[in-house]
């Protein structure tokens, strides 16, 4: 049997694991947009073109879309990681004074 798993508010170690899991997350959530971009862009170049054979058209859509899916797969993994290091931050040091505002 697994151990349980740690309460929240003792996850971070501190506030840098916090931070280095949201720049995980945003490098990934940049490799998705990058795959996105690059993907839709080079399918529609590849579809409007009539040089093009229907073979090659199907093979290069097919490779598009599987890796359209992972680019979702991984906006759905990138964003789950953000919300989790938002939500389980760790509480203020009780030596700081919160801002004012």
């Known amino acids: 049997m697994c151990p349980a798993a740690p309460p929240t508010a003792t996850r971070w170690a501190s506030i840098a694991d916090m931070r280095s899991t949201l720049v995980r997350a945003n490098v990934?959530?940049?490799a998705a947009a990058w795959t996105f971009y690059v993907w839709l862009t080079r399918i529609?170049?590849?579809l409007r073109d009539p040089a093009h054979d229907t073979?090659?058209?199907?093979?290069?859509?097919v490779l598009a879309v599987i890796s359209v899916a992972f680019a979702v797969a991984i906006t759905v993994i990138a964003l789950r990681m953000r919300?989790?290091?938002k939500s389980?931050?760790?509480p203020p040091s009780p030596d700081?004074?919160?801002a004012a505002r």
Request: proline share 9%; hydrophobic share 40%.
């Open 55 to 61: 073979g090659f058209k199907v093979v290069h859509t």
């Open 88 to 90: 389980t931050r760790p």
């Open 96 to 98: 700081r004074e919160p």
């Open 44 to 46: 529609w170049n590849i």
């Open 83 to 85: 919300r989790e290091a």
């Open 28 to 30: 990934l959530l940049a």
